[in-house]
């Protein structure tokens, strides 16, 4: 099934951006990083776009479906933002398994919106096992506010909070429109949202200062973000939800490892069985859901 091959690749796509990402918010403001990758996640998105073919479609997308591709924009933004400023607060692997938790929010509305009920046992034992596996990957420390990083769990679950409610409000909004052009317009909502609040927080004179070796990670983790876009939306589209979030969220092993290589962040053995089991939890929803 070609959308779940798409789903394994946004998964791997989604780890190399939190990774190049990371790099790149080193010493430049987390909400000028999310502006200048978004720029480069648009020009991917529409360059896409031409070479699909589907941009004289954009007139034929209906009201509905418009007004969903905003929302799940602007849900995205929101995601994004809250998602940055927590990497840029904390440790890779603290944040990413607390923004993946998305997938039990975003499983438990698909099978209620969608009626994605087939193999519902199966469903809800792989979410329990997910919901554990993220809790045990969470020290109770760390939720602990701290001058080194303060404030980074609270933006962790709001990215995750609305990272849920993006998947959900792109599936309604992606019907019956070309994936690659419903990923485009969604950037372009991301973008404009993105660029207001760098200027509402008077950041704007920042840009021309970002680090020149960090703007290339930032531009490297935006084309990683849009391609990640475009296997994910695609698998979405073409695919059940409840079954394509958990897999791309599964990225998290791919992170951690990244994050071991480059920042030389450690899992501790509590961590690695709460890992194990999301890993398990995605694995059976994957085969049998």
């Given at each position: 099934?070609?959308w779940?091959f798409?789903a394994?690749?946004?998964?791997?796509?989604?780890a190399?951006?939190?990774i190049?990402a990371?790099c790149?918010?080193?010493k430049t403001?987390?909400?000028?990083a999310?502006?200048?990758?978004t720029?480069?996640?648009?020009?991917?998105s529409?360059?896409?776009?031409?070479?699909?073919?589907?941009?004289?479609?954009?007139g034929?997308?209906?009201?509905?479906?418009?007004?969903?591709?905003?929302l799940?924009?602007?849900?995205?933004g929101?995601?994004w933002?809250c998602?940055?400023?927590?990497?840029?607060?904390g440790d890779v692997?603290?944040?990413v398994?607390?923004?993946?938790s998305s997938?039990i929010l975003?499983?438990?509305l698909?099978i209620i919106?969608?009626?994605?009920?087939?193999?519902l046992?199966?469903k809800l034992?792989?979410t329990?096992l997910i919901?554990?596996?993220?809790f045990?990957?969470i020290?109770?420390?760390?939720?602990?506010?701290?001058?080194?990083g303060?404030?980074?769990?609270?933006?962790?679950?709001l990215?995750?909070?609305?990272?849920?409610?993006?998947s959900?409000?792109a599936k309604?909004?992606?019907?019956?429109?070309?994936?690659?052009?419903?990923?485009a317009?969604?950037?372009?909502v991301v973008l404009?949202?993105?660029?207001?609040?760098v200027?509402a927080?008077g950041k704007?004179?920042?840009?021309k200062t970002?680090?020149k070796?960090e703007l290339?990670?930032?531009?490297l983790?935006g084309?990683?973000?849009?391609?990640?876009w475009?296997?994910y939306y695609y698998?979405i589209?073409n695919?059940?939800?409840?079954?394509?979030v958990?897999?791309d969220?599964?990225s998290?092993?791919?992170t951690v490892l990244?994050a071991?290589v480059?920042?030389k962040e450690k899992l501790k053995?509590?961590?690695?069985v709460?890992?194990c089991?999301m890993?398990?939890?995605?694995?059976?929803m994957?085969l049998w859901?």
């Amino acid at each position: 099934m070609m959308w779940l091959f798409m789903a394994v690749l946004s998964a791997v796509f989604a780890a190399l951006t939190s990774i190049l990402a990371k790099c790149g918010i080193r010493k430049t403001d987390s909400d000028v990083a999310t502006a200048l990758r978004t720029v480069v996640v648009l020009v991917f998105s529409w360059l896409m776009v031409f070479v699909v073919g589907s941009a004289g479609t954009i007139g034929q997308i209906g009201a509905r479906s418009r007004t969903f591709l905003i929302l799940s924009g602007l849900a995205t933004g929101a995601s994004w933002i809250c998602y940055f400023k927590a990497l840029s607060l904390g440790d890779v692997n603290k944040v990413v398994p607390i923004d993946k938790s998305s997938t039990i929010l975003t499983v438990l509305l698909a099978i209620i919106i969608f009626n994605e009920t087939n193999n519902l046992p199966v469903k809800l034992a792989g979410t329990a096992l997910i919901a554990v596996g993220v809790f045990m990957m969470i020290e109770k420390k760390d939720v602990q506010h701290k001058e080194s990083g303060k404030g980074w769990f609270i933006y962790a679950v709001l990215s995750a909070v609305f990272a849920s409610a993006t998947s959900i409000l792109a599936k309604i909004g992606i019907s019956g429109v070309e994936s690659n052009l419903g990923t485009a317009i969604r950037t372009g909502v991301v973008l404009v949202m993105a660029w207001l609040i760098v200027f509402a927080r008077g950041k704007a004179h920042e840009v021309k200062t970002v680090d020149k070796k960090e703007l290339v990670f930032i531009a490297l983790s935006g084309v990683a973000t849009g391609a990640s876009w475009l296997c994910y939306y695609y698998a979405i589209q073409n695919g059940v939800v409840s079954v394509v979030v958990p897999i791309d969220k599964m990225s998290i092993l791919l992170t951690v490892l990244f994050a071991y290589v480059v920042f030389k962040e450690k899992l501790k053995p509590k961590a690695v069985v709460g890992l194990c089991l999301m890993a398990a939890g995605t694995l059976a929803m994957a085969l049998w859901a």
